[in-house]
């Protein structure tokens, strides 16, 4: 599976737009990009997830760049309650997902 | 339709003793994972499973860990002898057949603790 790196933490105002970064230089042609996030103590959420178009749903939009090499997570509106571990994973088919560090994001009032 | 199931939510264990987690994936759902999260750590994958399959145990310890998926029930993950570094967050997850597999959707988690 391909590395990611993401920023170790970010801030972001209830209300405005949180993009989250994510490098992956090494992803292969049929890796997808999963994105998770982890409220303290719960199990991780199920986001959204790509592979080479961008992609939205009713909770984020994912922007893959052309050459796959990065992406961005997008919450269009952050609210109190998107406070949360965000993690960027890169892997195939079924994917036995691999957990890096993520990036906390604390939104604030 | 009811999410992921884990039970217990709480499970203490004195050193020695078998610990069994359960797990009931979401209706419909033939993939079952569970992950260990350490303190302060990321999750770990554990094994992958599909109906009394075992698809991928490259992340389970070699002694004293097993997994299940049985054709009825939940699945269950079985700790023997338990020691305290087995203190840990355990949690499931399932996903759906078909072009959902990628999706993966995690239960509360089983805290274990080790004393």
């Known amino acids: 599976d391909a590395k990611t790196t993401q920023p170790t933490s970010m801030d972001c105002a209830e209300g405005r737009a949180a993009n989250l970064p994510c490098n992956h230089s090494t992803i292969s042609g049929n890796e997808y990009v999963y994105w998770y996030r982890q409220i303290h103590s719960q199990g991780p959420q199920y986001i959204i997830h790509?592979?080479?178009n961008n992609e939205t749903n009713e909770m984020a939009s994912l922007i893959i760049t052309e050459d796959r090499k990065s992406s961005t997570l997008i919450l269009p509106h952050a609210t109190l309650r998107d406070t949360a571990v965000y993690y960027c994973?890169?892997?195939?088919?079924?994917?036995?997902?691999?957990f890096g560090k993520g990036t906390m994001l604390l939104v604030s009032p | 339709n009811a999410g992921v199931m884990q039970n217990p939510r709480h499970l203490v264990r004195r050193r020695g003793q078998e610990a069994r987690l359960r797990c009931s994936p979401m209706?419909?759902?033939?993939?079952v994972y569970w992950y260990r999260q350490l303190p302060e750590e990321g999750l770990k994958f554990m094994v992958y499973l599909q109906k009394e399959n075992i698809i991928d145990e490259s992340g389970m310890p070699k002694e004293r860990f097993s997994a299940e998926f049985p054709k009825e029930g939940p699945s269950i993950l079985r700790i023997q002898q338990v020691v305290r570094g087995d203190s840990a967050a355990y949690f499931c997850?399932?996903?759906?057949?078909?072009?959902?597999?990628?999706?993966?959707?995690f239960g509360p988690g089983t805290r274990l603790t080790v004393t």
């Open positions: 209706k419909g759902h033939s993939h």
């Open positions: 994973i890169c892997g195939l088919g079924y994917s036995t997902l691999t």
């Open positions: 790509g592979l080479k």
């Open positions: 997850a399932s996903s759906p057949p078909g072009d959902r597999v990628y999706e993966q959707y």
